[in-house]
T-cell receptor, first 112, second 113 residues
Framework: AQSVAQPEDQVNVAEGNPLTVKCTYS??????LFWYVQYPNRGLQFLLK??????LVKGSYGFEAEFNKSQTSFHLKKPSALVSDSALYFC??????????FGAGTTVTVRA | EAGVTQFPSHSVIEKGQTVTLRCDPI?????LYWYRRVMGKEIKFLLH????????ESGMPNNRFLAERTGGTYSTLKVQPAELEDSGVYFC???????????FGDGTRLSIL
């Protein structure tokens, strides 16, 4: 079975500092990995995906993610966090049946 | 383009009652998915429609849950009778093709009293 893990329940950073949200995965074949963000009382918004190709994937709102096969990780990053980035972030893996398996989520708080 | 729309946004019912959730996918999206997040737990897959056909319903918890997608447009998810453990947020998502990212609605928060 495919799965992802988000080891941190919460991440707190100061505005302007780098932001990293961690995700590790476990898959039996090629990984199809995604990051989604959920703002309060809203649905999940797609940020970026890794299917194949470059290990550094760029997405929406200045976010990027680094795929590392040897460490089975897919960490989400932003060089300079904004207060508006405060939200709940989910890492997900898609299996061969196209359904997504999500991590538990990481709450990001960016303080001014 | 309009996004995925879910109705109602919030539903509060008593144990034993029936509730029907509705999802309108993005126009033209053949693939429609239902997920739910029970309080404090992970988002879990429920089922996947391709047009009006159920492609995968392996995540449906039990036979109290019935999903339909008549005509391959909007979908409904009925819970009958509702139990306390059904409380959570039910998300719907759609995609044009299965290899494209799924776009989510804002969810329906279901509270069973």
């Amino acid at each position: 079975a495919q799965s992802v893990a988000q080891p941190e329940d919460q991440v707190n950073v100061a505005e302007g500092n780098p932001l990293t949200v961690k995700c590790t995965y476990s898959v039996s074949g090629n990984p199809y990995l995604f990051w989604y963000v959920q703002y309060p009382n809203r649905g999940l918004q797609f940020l970026l995906k890794y299917i194949t190709g470059d290990n550094l994937v760029k997405g929406s709102y200045g976010f990027e993610a680094e795929f590392n096969k040897s460490q089975t990780s897919f960490h989400l990053k932003k060089p300079s966090a904004l207060v508006s980035d405060s939200a709940l972030y989910f890492c997900a893996v898609r299996d061969s049946d196209y359904k997504l398996s999500f991590g538990a989520g990481t709450t990001v708080t960016v303080r001014a | 383009e309009a996004g995925v729309t879910q109705f109602p946004s919030h539903s509060v019912i008593e144990k034993g009652q029936t509730v029907t959730l509705r999802c309108d996918p993005i126009s033209g999206h053949d693939n429609l998915y239902w997920y739910r997040r029970v309080m404090g737990k992970e988002i879990k897959f429920l089922l996947h429609f391709v047009k009006e056909s159920k492609q995968d319903e392996s995540g449906m918890p039990n036979n109290r849950f019935l999903a339909e997608r008549t005509g391959g447009t909007y979908s409904t998810l009925k819970v009958q009778p509702a139990e306390l453990e059904d409380s959570g947020v039910y998300f719907c998502a759609s995609s044009a093709r299965t290899d494209q990212p799924q776009h989510f609605g804002d969810g329906t928060r279901l509270s069973i009293l």
